[in-house]
């Protein structure tokens, strides 16, 4: 273990960069559930153009990013703010896109 640890202390990771990246792994492991479960039928949305789930995630991800980054650069710190506006983002996007 202390091998490992080695290897990966030039990343500096945090506990709120492992969390980030489980929940990327538990979304997309939800998304390959339903899709076995239920197969997904792409559909139109407001943009115009015909989106999956993953179409979906993707722009809501992407979405978020910018949201932060704009969050940060606006306004600075408290990103627990960012982040509420980007879980309405994510329930508009996966309802209306």
Known sequence: MD?????????AWTWQTGAFFAVIAGLLTL??????NR????????????TTRG???FITLLGSAFIHLAWLGLVGGEVQ????LSLLYAAAVFRWV
């Open 31 to 36: 998304l390959t559930v339903l899709a076995l």
């Open 3 to 11: 091998n490992v640890t080695e290897h990966l202390a030039w990343m």
């Open 55 to 57: 179409d979906r995630l």
């Open 81 to 84: 703010y960012a982040t509420a």
């Open 39 to 50: 197969p997904e039928v792409a559909r139109p949305g407001v943009l115009g153009i015909t």
